[in-house]
């Protein structure tokens, strides 16, 4: 076990919340709000933290996050600034995260890169659509359907994954709700890792359990990218995608090379029977 597993192995909800007097304890927010988006409080864009950075991806850094504890159970609402600060993450501040995987008829895998504008990972290749699930009702899964009222059951965070994924790929890549539908998803396992931003910027970085959802679709889905999110996009094959890792010019993100490393390639052998790979796990690759 690493020196950060055995730290963060000994943290409980409570020592969170003791932690980070920001985070807000998810039984203190009554009735969670119905909606967490960027904040119309304009100050964030002066901090000095953000400075040299893109202003729509600045206020998108007051969304709040669903802080877990290790158990992955819901303990509060951090802002995506708190919970993406490296310093934070180094003393276990820990968030949920989806990452989606869109295959079309072919078996081709949609890949995207990155904006320069994104604050973390800005550039790199990765995975189809990568965010977190907002601290609102629908995104925890309590009001999405094949939810429950019990935040703490799987079925109920799976289901808030999913609503969060089909908001994102509209809001990065422009794929409507109609060509994305919650029941097309398909959940697979849960992956917790924790790594630094690229590039110069060491001031932040991820640390997630990110749920993988597989989403099947037909070839001709509509495409708009959002060039504040994604500076461009591909469909890869299998052998595409392993030329690519050889190229030394390209930068991918360390979660999607750390999925690519563990499990992407046996679910893409088996696209018509992924059902075989699910499980309840959270696989640690701290
Ligand atoms: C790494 C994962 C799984 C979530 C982070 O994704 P992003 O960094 O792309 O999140 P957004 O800025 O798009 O919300």
């Known amino acids: 076990m690493s020196d950060y597993a055995k730290l963060v192995a000994g943290l409980t909800g409570e020592d969170i919340l003791n932690k980070w007097s920001e985070v807000t304890p998810l039984k203190q927010i009554s009735g ?132 969060a994924a089909q908001r994102k790929l509209e809001h990065e890549l422009g794929i409507p709700y109609g060509d994305a539908p919650l029941a097309d998803f398909q959940y697979l396992t849960r992956i917790h890792y924790k790594s630094p931003s690229g590039g110069d910027d060491s001031k932040w970085g991820e640390h997630e359990i990110d749920y993988i959802l597989i989403l099947k679709t037909k070839n001709d889905i509509t495409i708009n990218a959002n060039y504040n999110e994604v500076k461009d996009y591909k469909y890869v094959g299998q052998d595409e995608l392993k030329q690519m890792f050889e190229d030394d010019s390209l930068v991918f993100t360390p979660w999607f090379k750390l999925i690519c490393q563990t499990f992407l390639f046996n679910w893409w052998g088996n696209l018509d029977d992924l059902h075989s790979f699910k499980d309840d796990k959270v696989h640690r690759l701290l």
């Open 32 to 163: 969670v709000p119905k909606s967490a988006g960027s904040s119309t409080d304009n100050s964030i864009i002066n901090e000095t933290i953000f400075e040299g950075h893109n202003e729509e991806q600045i206020k998108l850094m007051d969304e709040l996050c669903i802080v877990l504890d290790y158990e992955d159970k819901p303990i509060g609402a951090g802002t995506k600034k708190l919970c993406h600060i490296m310093t934070n993450i180094d003393e276990g501040l820990l968030h949920r995260a989806f990452s989606v995987f869109l295959f079309n008829e072919d078996g081709k895998l949609l890949l995207q890169q990155r904006a320069d504008e994104k604050i973390t990972f800005p550039q790199m290749w990765t995975n189809t659509c990568c965010s977190h699930p907002l601290c609102v009702p629908d995104e925890l899964g309590i009001t999405a359907e094949g939810g429950s009222s019990n935040q703490n059951d799987l079925s109920t965070a799976i289901a808030g994954a999913k609503v």
